[in-house]
């Protein structure tokens, strides 16, 4: 069976920090449950599995998204996206990069990260990637700027690179950080924040565009319900959500603009350096 059948098995792919991985079991089990057929969490592997049939919804990256969004036909839509709780995010879906050194560094602010050494997750997120090269770049700084540039993986291990001193600094999706640092005092104690790029517009949660009209529009609304559900509540709370708000593919313009600062600026990887250019 496929997909469009009904009652066959959906599979709902997470391609984000895997500290939040109770959240998405959860979201899996109460679409699961409101579909009447059952949904299977995986770990995402490539985001062209929504296009081969491999994954039917899925939590991604707000820049993967974009380059999902611009090809024809698009294989992935959104449905909603997380607003998160905190006055800092003013009832909107997005988020922050949070630039973090250790407690005991000489760094204070963004301007002293120059020839510092720098971890960041992967180059295909935004909160680790993208949106530092266009933050850097408003600053005024060009391919150089930083020193050592170190690729983790995870924004969870870029963490932890920088509280035991293996680099200086790197931005952290600041939901992510949030959890890590309420989970785990001793990172906590630690690391301090010196300021941060953003915001953005939060991961989508998305769905394949084969996939019917009425099975999207039910999960949109499971989403955006669990706002009402008193069994959702602790959950949304461990992930630091406050609710989820239904979003389209025109919420991911800034993403688009600041994909385009950096490429009309000619520096579009950490790991580039002046004699790149």
Known sequence: MTAHDEGAPLRFATFLAPNMLPVYRFLTDRIGHRLGR??????GRSFDQFEQGEADLGVICGLPYVWLADRRP?????????????????????YYSDVIVRRDSTITCLEELEGRSWAYNEPASHSGHTVTLY?????????????PVVETGFHQRAIRLVAAGGVDAAAIDSQVLAIELRD???????????????????QPVV????LPARLKDQVREVLVGLAGDPAARPVLAYGLVDRFTPVGDGAYDDIRAMLATIEAAGWTSLTQTAVDL
């Open 184 to 202: 785990h005092l001793r990172l906590a104690d630690g690391l301090r924040v010196i300021g941060a790029f953003g915001p953005s517009t939060i």
């Open 74 to 94: 698009p294989p992935v839509e959104p449905l909603a996206a997380a607003v998160l709780t905190g006055a800092r995010y003013g009832g909107r879906p997005v």
């Open 207 to 210: 769905a394949a565009s084969r």
């Open 38 to 43: 059952p949904v299977e969490l995986v770990v």
């Open 135 to 147: 933050s850097l770049i408003r600053l005024g700084a060009r391919p150089g700027f930083l020193g």
